[in-house]
């Protein structure tokens, strides 16, 4: 059971670190009040497609690793608490 414990562990951190990298060097996709008044369309192609690009990618990615960020501190907890 120490074994399962270390490794949960090292995979957590991982896991941690790569979020983390991923969380900083994501663009800001927020264009906020400024397309509400200049009428800027999100009927396009670049929006139809958006989550074939290097920025959907790892938008996707990040979803997927905070998920298991989120099982894992969950799994990890109730392993602790044993």
Do not use: P
């Amino acid at each position: 059971m120490e074994i399962a414990k270390k490794i949960l562990v090292v995979v957590y951190f991982i896991v941690a670190v790569v979020v983390i990298i991923l969380a900083l060097i994501q663009t800001k996709d927020d264009e906020g009040l400024s397309s509400t008044i200049t009428g800027s369309s999100t009927d396009n192609f670049y929006e139809k497609n958006k989550g074939k690009t290097k920025e959907g990618k790892q938008k996707r990615l990040l979803i997927i690793l905070s998920t298991i960020f989120i099982i894992l501190s969950i799994a990890l907890g109730i392993i602790y608490m044993a």
